[in-house]
């Protein structure tokens, strides 16, 4: 152990594991730092859940290593999983079944149903504590297999698709948990597909796909590498004045070319005699030309510019790594 | 990080949650407590029935034309559930008897002729065919018609008695201490029973404990925390547990009713053997409880287990197959290797303990076997658990479940 060493919780080494006809993960490497929240993206079938199951030793690579807090052995007891893949005892009180799973974590009866009865506080859900789950709601259900997850302060939480069945209030709530779970000291290993939400959550990022890495890093490292510098998009939308021509998709692409935006232009209609204009831009670009430009022809409705979000990010670094139709092919056998 | 951590063993949690699952249950519960008051009830209902049937006995019309039989005779007078009416003349003319019994005055009638004895018939009159006081009334008559045999025959009732002397056995044995009780033999197979129907009331809780957890998704939360091995070794604790819970009141209940009631309890037995027996209960039952976790491990939901629950009420009953061999030769070469063998050694080596066939350094080692074959067993269950658990909507092969258990 050289827990205060290492700034590296977790990490994977070329992990690979294959099944009957096809290779899940493919020599997958990533490290998770102490204290960091770390996204874990990727399509359907990408291998994600497969790779997080090896973290866990639930099942074994094929080849490479995980060490966990500079161990080869993955201390279990140390470790909160939420899984994709879950369920509890329905026929159970919810205050049973946390300290049932407490105590499978190591603590001790007592403590346990004290660390669970302490989560129900802050997800709202005290007064269930005697309820069965199968008298919850699928979103409280949700917060109680939460809860059971972190409630022995693992010092690494991995959570494989939290936000599963919950509304977004309830979204926000778990966003601030997690948080707070963080700033406890607890590193979080998070995987999920509400990106706007992971967006706002994580430090950093690894995109997989077909099991191999696709991109990694923190939002900004990725925006930059797979938008070639440009990492703002400028949208505007364009009609016709009283007595002028409709817009034009080649005019509004001349004008843009004209005005030093020299990425990729994307014009779509956006209703009867109206365009929509997307570009990508450098930090900082004026766009001001573009702007004169464009309102000597039409008239602009609307201006917006805003940093590529992760969304973006993720569809043109898979599509880069796969193509669209690998990732149709992917999302059907999913 | 809680010092607990480090000092239960990680099967401890699931072996206590489940065992507290399970006896909570109502439905447990009722079966504990119901067991020995159905047990109480049907033995006390059966004798409710009998002294019933006796107030109420069959009434039946008597007319004999054999010179000497009579319903007072001691074969006849003393059948508690018949109500002799002697019926002589018109009244005892078949076509009489018929109107009488129509009318509800006699439940039937007996014509006994003269030459009954000699292989006339007796003639019945009942409403329906083969009412059951016929095998009643028969089995007196046969006899009186034996004596009247007899009698014919020169040979008065002494001489009859004399003929019907059974043998006398006197045994001498070549091994004094060989010698067996009925106690022994009693107390030997009340365990097996026990063990049987512990078996059975123990696997629709097997079922939901390993299936239904399968199913309901919770296996991966908790593998994620402990090993399989571990999941599986708590469970099967659990349900060891479970069943001698159940084999302790249930086989409590009957020793405490046998002493209340008017049962005649075997003779005395001796501590060895009980000890002996109870081992044989205890390791057998987790051996057959390893077994059907390890076939439960292996199916994805419960509606799938309806097609293996009946191989669990058929397969126990297997050894019963061999039981007389064992009863018969109980040193023979086959009762020995059977006996050995862990599949039949709860239900065959009892019984050859209590008939003094198995020395001591043979019952150990068939329960040592016994023993070995439940740790297989226990890990095959705990490698069926691990390779099945990540397959959702898919059962676990024999095949494969041989290939990971060697990996």
């Not at chain 1, 696709?214 to 400028?234: K, P, Q």
Request: glycine residues 8%; hydrophobic residues 50%; neutral net charge.
């Amino acid at each position: 152990m050289n827990a205060a060493a290492s700034p590296s919780i977790l990490a994977v080494h070329g992990i690979t594991k294959a099944f009957k006809d096809r290779v899940a993960v493919d020599a997958l490497s990533f490290e998770v730092q102490r204290g960091e929240i770390f996204g874990f993206l990727g399509p359907n079938g990408a291998g994600k859940t497969t790779s997080l199951r090896m973290i866990l030793g639930i099942t074994h690579p094929d080849s490479g290593t995980v060490t966990f807090d500079g161990s080869p052995t993955v201390d279990r007891r140390r470790i909160g999983y939420l899984p994709e893949e879950r369920g509890l005892f329905e026929d159970q009180k919810v205050i049973d079944t946390l300290g049932y799973l407490g105590q499978l974590r190591g603590m001790s009866p007592r403590e346990a149903r004290a660390a669970g009865m302490q989560w129900l506080e802050r997800l709202g859900l005290a007064d269930r504590a005697k309820s069965k789950l199968n008298e919850l709601s699928k979103g409280m259900q949700q917060k109680i297999q939460f809860a059971g997850a972190v409630l022995h302060a693992p010092t690494l939480a991995v959570l494989d698709e939290p936000f599963s069945g919950l509304d977004p209030l309830n979204q926000e709530l778990f966003l601030s948990v997690v948080r707070d779970l963080r700033d406890q000291g607890t590193t979080v290993l998070f995987s999920a597909h509400q990106l706007n939400l992971v967006e706002r959550l994580c430090d950093r990022f690894l995109l997989i796909a077909r099991g191999r890495e696709v991109i990694t890093g923190s939002l900004d490292a990725m925006r930059s590498a797979i938008t070639g510098g440009a990492s703002e998009t400028l949208v505007l939308e364009l009609s016709a004045r009283d007595d002028g021509p409709s817009p034009d998709a080649a005019a509004a692409r001349a004008a843009f070319h004209r005005a030093g935006i020299a990425g990729a232009v994307k014009v779509e209609s956006a209703g009867v005699g109206r365009l929509r204009v997307e570009a990508g831009l450098p930090p900082l670009h004026d766009v001001g030309p573009a702007l004169a430009a464009l309102g000597g022809m039409y008239a602009i409705t609307r201006v917006e510019t805003a940093p590529i979000g992760l969304h973006e990010i993720y569809l043109r670094a898979v599509r880069s790594a796969m193509g669209d139709s690998a990732l149709e092919e992917d999302a059907a056998r999913a | 990080m809680p010092d607990a951590r480090r000092k239960r063993p990680e099967w401890w949690p699931v072996a206590r949650f489940e065992f507290l699952r399970v006896v909570r249950r109502g439905d447990f519960l009722v079966s504990l407590v119901l067991m020995p008051v159905l047990s109480v009830g049907l033995s006390f209902g059966a004798g409710w029935i009998a002294n019933r049937s006796a107030n109420e006995p069959v009434k039946l019309a008597f007319s004999s034309a054999a010179p000497g039989i009579d319903v007072r005779l001691p074969a006849l007078d003393t059948l508690a559930t018949v109500k002799w009416s002697v019926v002589s003349g018109a009244n005892a003319e078949p076509e009489a008897l018929k109107t009488a019994i129509e009318a509800k005055t006699y439940d039937g009638a007996v014509l006994v002729p003269a030459g009954f004895a000699a292989g006339d018939s007796v003639r019945v009159l009942a409403k329906r065919s083969r009412p059951g006081w016929v095998r009643k009334v028969r089995e007196p008559l046969t006899e009186l018609a034996r004596l009247e045999r007899a009698r014919a025959a020169g040979v008065d009732a002494a001489g009859l008695t004399a003929i019907d002397e059974g043998i006398r056995i006197a045994e001498t044995l070549t091994r004094p201490e060989a010698k067996t009780s009925k106690g022994d033999m009693i107390t030997a197979m009340a365990l097996v029973f026990l063990l049987l129907i512990t078996i059975y009331a123990t696997a629709a809780y097997l079922a939901v404990g390993i299936t239904g957890e399968k199913q309901a998704r919770v296996t991966e939360v908790i593998v994620s925390a402990i090993k399989p091995q571990a999941w599986m070794d708590g469970k099967l604790v659990a349900f060891v547990l479970i069943g001698m819970l159940m084999a302790t009141v249930w086989g409590g209940s009957a020793l405490l009713f046998a002493v209340f009631s008017s049962w005649q309890l075997p003779p005395a037995v001796s501590p060895a053997s009980i000890a002996a027996y109870l081992l044989f209960l205890v390791a057998g039952f987790a051996f057959y409880v390893s077994m059907f976790a390890t076939i439960l491990a292996t199916i994805k939901d419960m509606q799938s287990t309806s097609r293996v629950q009946a191989y669990f009420y058929f397969i126990p009953v297997i050894p019963f197959i061999f039981i007389e061999t064992i009863l018969d030769k109980p040193e023979s070469t086959l009762a020995v290797i059977l006996s050995w063998i862990p599949f039949f050694a709860p239900m065959l080596m009892p019984a050859r303990i209590a008939l003094k066939a198995a020395p001591a350094w043979e019952w150990i080692g068939a329960l040592l076997v016994l023993i070995a074959a439940t740790h297989f067993m226990r890990l095959l269950a705990g490698t069926a658990i691990r390779v099945g658990m990540l397959m959702y909507g898919k059962e676990v092969n024999l095949p494969e479940l041989l290939r990971w258990a060697k990996d």
